[in-house]
């Protein structure tokens, strides 16, 4: 696809032919206020296996939505991390693998596909796609992808601030956990001084900073630390690269969900010196699903993007094939080189 399109994509000619709800504004941000204030009914999903950016930044909207007096329903393929129950409205996530109309639009945030969603029967609505990943593409009815964004709830955000709309202590709270979250804690690339200036407001809108740290960070459940123990000792490091991986027995014997493989891959990252890291994850049926990490100039996106995935220049990711010793093959034959030389960066997709 043409790499060259502009940070905020503007719905084309044949978008607004396709949709007419998008018929003048060029500014994305009036195009899907436009679609939001012309309609009664929407959907609002993000990707599978939600982060605390997918589900803050779905409550967010969908309470938006509502303040609006129109109805949203909010619908994920997995369910919602231990972590993230508590937020404001969390219970009204609905866990589905197939959604059903009628909706005047399906609002997907940080999905670059339909794909990504792992929910079917979205093909038959205009499609809104908010995304910040340097792998979003302008695939929807109406695109808004800011790449510079430090989670998509930033989007969502700027969003309900064009609309004129009150940021209640529960939107602000969900806003500021997607803040939070997608940045690591404030450490992240990406981080810049607007970043703080986003949180302070959401904070003096009521969210509150330590409440959302202690629920976010300090609630682990014993089987991710228990997981967190058997990928340690599957810790390795050449140079500026470290793995780590967890076999699918590992998964079994710890009694772990999917959810707490999150964040290991950064123990590999912090290692002094170390440039890039991956986590291998071994599911049912051979397949592995890799987090890819970087701190310094290696474009991880890219390198997944290669491999069938996406995400962001320092944290992506993808699932290929097995077993687990051929995919760590492929995966240290593709990164090596990147480590090297830092020659990823050049082929940055993100422009
Ligand atoms: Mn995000």
């Excluded at 997918?54 to 393929?77: C, N, P, Q, W, Y």
């Excluded at 499609?127 to 109406?142: A, E, F, K, L």
């Excluded at 904070?203 to 991710?224: E, H, V, W």
Aim: hydrophobic share 40%.
């Amino acid at each position: 696809m043409d790499q060259s399109h502009p940070i905020a994509e503007s719905p084309t000619a044949a978008d607004i032919a396709a949709n007419p709800a998008a018929n003048s504004p060029t500014n994305p941000i009036d195009a899907i206020l436009q679609v939001i204030r012309e309609g009664e009914r929407f959907l609002v999903c993000s990707h599978s296996r939600p982060d605390g950016d997918a589900v803050g930044s779905v409550l967010a909207m969908g309470m938006f939505i509502e303040h609006l007096g129109k109805r949203a329903d909010l619908v994920t393929a997995d369910r919602i991390p231990v972590v993230y129950r508590k937020l404001p409205g969390a219970d009204g996530i609905r866990t589905a693998l197939r959604v059903h109309g009628p909706y005047d639009a399906a609002i997907l945030l940080e999905c670059d596909s339909t794909e990504r969603t792992r929910l079917r029967g979205l093909e038959r609505f205009t499609i809104v796609n908010i995304d910040h990943h340097v792998s979003g593409r302008p695939w929807g009815q109406v695109n808004w992808i800011d790449r510079e964004a430090a989670s998509v709830g930033e989007l969502v955000y700027r969003l309900i601030k064009a609309a004129g709309a009150n940021l209640t202590p529960e939107i602000a709270t969900c806003l500021y956990t997607t803040l939070l979250t997608d940045t690591g804690g404030f450490i992240y690339g990406g981080v810049r001084a607007s970043t703080f200036a986003l949180a302070e407001e959401l904070a003096l809108a009521g969210a509150n900073p330590i409440q959302i740290s202690k629920d976010t960070y300090f609630r682990t459940p014993m089987s991710k630390l228990l997981l967190l123990g058997a990928a340690l000792n599957n810790l390795h490091r050449e140079g500026r690269l470290a793995w780590l991986w967890i076999t699918h027995n590992d998964m079994v014997r710890t009694c772990a969900a999917e959810e707490d493989c999150e964040g290991i891959v950064n123990y590999a990252l912090s290692i002094a010196d170390v440039e890039a890291a991956v986590f291998l994850h071994e599911l049912p049926e051979q397949r592995i699903r890799m987090s890819l990490r970087s701190k310094g100039n290696v474009n991880v996106a890219a390198i997944a993007e290669g491999l069938g995935g996406g995400g962001h220049e320092n944290a992506a990711g993808c699932t290929i094939d097995g077993p687990l010793g051929r995919a760590l093959d492929e995966i240290l034959a593709v990164l090596r080189p990147c480590v090297a030389s830092g020659v990823a960066k050049q082929d940055s997709r993100s422009g």
